[in-house]
């Protein structure tokens, strides 16, 4: 029985050790993600993009997928911004990634555009936070345009 109890508490340790390292790798490809876009806005949205172009000469069709899919998406969130479903994309949605994110500057194109790296219902997502309008008019005008 002791030495089952040994084992058991082994085995728990080891794998919260495993949890923490995953967590740390995970932030740690975050935090490169955000690295790779140094400015935000519209300027860091035609960074990104150009990043794209550049990465996808070549390839004509799948830079045509990932700007209509982008084009799709912005068109969404610009026409209901108050619907909270354009605004949220999961990390691993394959057609995301089929997409856009697998292309260079395809997820950072949205982290420039204001996204953020948010986890929502143990989802990993981009996410477009509205800014309280009553607290925060140039916040909210800036995420608004």
Same mark, same amino acid.
């Given at each position: 029985?002791? /030495? ?11 794998? *919260? !050790? /495993? /949890? ?7 932030? %740690?490809? #975050? ?6 876009? &140094?400015?935000?806005? &519209? %300027?860091? @949205? ?18 045509? @997928? ?17 619907? @909270? ?12 990634? !089929? #997409? *856009? ?19 929502? #219902?143990? *989802? ?8 309280? *309008? ?7 005008? #800036?995420?608004?345009?």
């Amino acid at each position: 029985e002791l /030495e089952l109890s040994r084992r058991a508490e082994e085995a728990r340790r080891r794998r *919260i !050790e /495993e /949890e923490q390292l995953a967590l740390a790798a995970e932030r %740690e490809a #975050d935090a490169n993600l955000l690295s790779l876009v &140094p400015t935000k806005g &519209p %300027e860091g @949205v035609r960074e990104q993009i150009e990043r794209m172009r550049q990465a996808l000469k070549g390839d004509r069709a799948a830079l045509d @997928v990932a700007l209509g899919s982008l084009y799709t998406l912005f068109d969404q969130i610009s026409r209901k911004p108050e619907e @909270v479903s354009f605004r949220r994309v999961r990390r691993d949605h394959p057609k995301f990634n !089929e #997409d *856009i994110g697998r292309h260079v500057g395809g997820k950072e194109v949205l982290i420039a555009a204001g996204f953020r790296l948010e986890t929502l #219902d143990g *989802i990993k997502c981009f996410f477009s936070r509205e800014p309280n *309008i009553e607290h925060d008019m140039n916040g909210w005008s #800036d995420w608004f345009d």
